[in-house]
C-alpha cells in the first residue's frame, strides 16, 4: 500500500535554530497539507498546497513558518527561528479526490 | 466547516463492540461525516465516511440518524489494537478540509 514518507522522524533542536522537515505525498497526489499537532490535542491544519500552488495558509505562522512544494511533489516545511512553542508531531498528508487523506507518520519535534 | 462534540475517552470490553458517538448538531447539506482514528506516535487513519445513508466497510459501520444531527461509529467486535482516539469530523465534499477536534480516547480492555 502506497505511504507518505516523512522525515526526520524525531528532531530535537535548540531554540532559535532554523529547522526543516520533508514530505513525499503519494505518486500522483495533487493536494498535500501540512498539520501540526500538540499533545493532547486534535492535529491543526498549517498549510495546502494544490500541485505547486498555495491553496490555504491562513493557520501558518509565517513569521517564522515557511513551506515550498517547488515541483509539485515533495514538499519542505521550515522553521527558522525555532521556539519551545514549536514543539510538536508535524504531519503531512496528501490526497488524490475529495474523500481520503493519508497521513505520514510524522515528524516529532522538541525544542530544547 | 461544522463543529462536533464528543466524549473525550470510553472504555469497551475486548471482543464486544465499540459505540463511538459523535454529535454534529449544525451539520449542512452539503456535509458529510469523516471517521479518522490515531494510534499512539502514528499519522490519522481513515475509517469511514457518509451522508445520509448508513455505510459499512471492512473496518466499521456509520450510523447517521435521520435529521443528521448526530452519529455512531460501530467497531463490531473490538480488539486491543483499536485503542486509539478517534475523530469525528465534518466537512463540505468540495474543498473542505478536515479540521480536527478532540477526539475521543478508546481503550479497550482485556
Known amino acids: 500500500e502506497a505511504e507518505v514518507a516523512q522525515s526526520p522522524r524525531y528532531k530535537i533542536t535548540e531554540k532559535s535554530q532554523a529547522v526543516a522537515f520533508w514530505c513525499d505525498p503519494i505518486?500522483?497526489?495533487?493536494?498535500l497539507y501540512w498539520y501540526r499537532q500538540i499533545l493532547g490535542q486534535g492535529p491543526e491544519l498549517l498549510v495546502q498546497?494544490?500541485?505547486?500552488?498555495?491553496?490555504?495558509d491562513s493557520q501558518l505562522p509565517k513569521d517564522r513558518f515557511s513551506a515550498e512544494r517547488l515541483k509539485g511533489v515533495d514538499s519542505t516545511l521550515k522553521i527558522q527561528p525555532a521556539e519551545l512553542g514549536d514543539s510538536a508531531m508535524y504531519l503531512c498528508?496528501?490526497?488524490?479526490?475529495?474523500?481520503?487523506?493519508?497521513f505520514g507518520s510524522g515528524t516529532r519535534l522538541t525544542v530544547v | 466547516d461544522a463543529k462536533t462534540t464528543q466524549p473525550p475517552s470510553m472504555d469497551c470490553a475486548e471482543g464486544r463492540a465499540a459505540n463511538l458517538p459523535c454529535n454534529h448538531s449544525?451539520?449542512?447539506?452539503?456535509?458529510?461525516v469523516y471517521w479518522y482514528r490515531q494510534i499512539h506516535s502514528q499519522g490519522p487513519q481513515y475509517i469511514i465516511h457518509?451522508?445520509?445513508n448508513n455505510e459499512t466497510n471492512e473496518m466499521a459501520s456509520l450510523i447517521i440518524t435521520e435529521d443528521r444531527k448526530s452519529s455512531t461509529l460501530i467497531l463490531p467486535h473490538a480488539t486491543l489494537r483499536d485503542t486509539a482516539v478517534y475523530y469525528c469530523?465534518?466537512?463540505?465534499?468540495?474543498?473542505?478540509?478536515?479540521?480536527f477536534g478532540q477526539g475521543t480516547e478508546l481503550s479497550v480492555k482485556p
Open positions: 498528508a496528501s490526497s488524490l479526490n475529495e474523500d481520503g487523506y493519508t
Open positions: 505518486s500522483g497526489h495533487a493536494t
Open positions: 498546497f494544490q500541485d505547486e500552488s498555495v491553496v490555504d
Open positions: 449544525t451539520i449542512s447539506g452539503n456535509e458529510y
Open positions: 457518509g451522508l445520509k
Open positions: 469530523i465534518v466537512r463540505a465534499n468540495q474543498g473542505g478540509k478536515l479540521i
